[in-house]
């Protein structure tokens, strides 16, 4: 399908309690919900489908996000995306964990609680279940996920959530 740019000229929308560091490039229909974060060095375009990143969540410094036509991006609640990720095109349940450097590819459903480990390839159309681990190239379900690592995902979010705050008190301070 060839790319129509039609959300090229679209303003991103972010909530005012959001933090976007001043190095994220972010293109077209972009919407960030309250108390998210995009981090340094992020690349979020959406010039064709829409990216939606929802209330807590975090995307972490040098991460890509991006869509395919017909594929837009959609990233729940209290999910976080490691260091120099990519997501492109693909759907993020609530409370995921998207480690460093994993790459998940268009049409990729990711269920609630689950885990993409360091590295990680999702590859187009997977379609993984709530509470998995998956870990390698292409990625595999190892295993499901542990409540300890439930708890994790959920406290990492949280700590996102905090240190958001201070960055945005720093930035008033020094503006």
Do not use: C
């Not at 991006?73 to 450097?101: C, E």
């Amino acid at each position: 399908m060839l790319s129509s740019n039609q959300y090229i000229h679209e303003h991103p929308q972010i909530h005012p309690s959001a933090f976007v560091a001043e190095s994220a490039n972010l293109i077209g229909a972009i919407t960030i919900e309250k108390n998210a974060s995009v981090w340094y060095q992020v690349v979020i375009r959406a010039d064709d489908e829409p990216v939606t990143i929802e209330e807590g969540s975090n995307i972490q410094d040098g991460t890509i996000i991006h869509i395919d036509p017909g594929f837009p991006t959609f990233i729940g609640k209290g999910v976080t995306v490691g260091h120099r990720a990519i997501v492109h095109g693909a759907h993020l349940a609530d409370h995921v964990m998207i480690s460093m450097g994993a790459i998940v590819l268009s049409g990729a459903r990711i269920g609630k609680h689950s885990i993409i480990g360091a590295g990680a390839l999702v590859t187009e159309g997977m379609d993984i279940p709530p509470r998995s681990l998956v870990l390698g190239v292409p990625g595999r379900i190892i295993k499901s996920v542990t409540d300890d690592q439930i708890q994790r995902i959920h406290q990492t979010a949280a700590s996102y959530i905090e240190r958001r705050k201070h960055y945005i008190a720093f930035r008033q301070e020094t503006a």
